[in-house]
């Protein structure tokens, strides 16, 4: 009876790796999320930048590159969080990945 090796819990959906980290700095994600308002109007919220590249700065690049509006706001568990106006996802994730140089397995782009 004793020989039974397959009646331990396994949770097929639990990340591999986690550790409790905060959300935003998951293994060194970056976290791309889409969030919808009121009517069509929607939110991309970036989180999880690498500490070398100045929040203040990308923003700025974002609003000017993508020609939107754009916030830094700053949350006690995600820390600093980027937020644009309208579904920018794809834009983000091809400007870090050709212009900043981080690797696309890094970015994890979430929403419907």
Known sequence: ???????QSYDPFADLG???DTVGEQQGYIHIRIQQRNGR????TIQGLPKNFDQKRMLKIFKKDFACNGTLVEDEEL????QLQ?????????????EGGID?????????
């Open 86 to 98: 309208g579904d920018q996802r794809t834009k983000v994730s091809t400007l870090l990945t050709t």
């Open 79 to 82: 820390g600093s969080v980027i």
């Open 18 to 20: 986690d550790s409790g």
């Open 41 to 44: 109007k929607t939110l991309t």
């Open 1 to 7: 009876m004793s020989d039974i090796q397959n009646l």
């Open 104 to 112: 696309k397995k890094q970015i994890k782009i979430h929403g419907f």
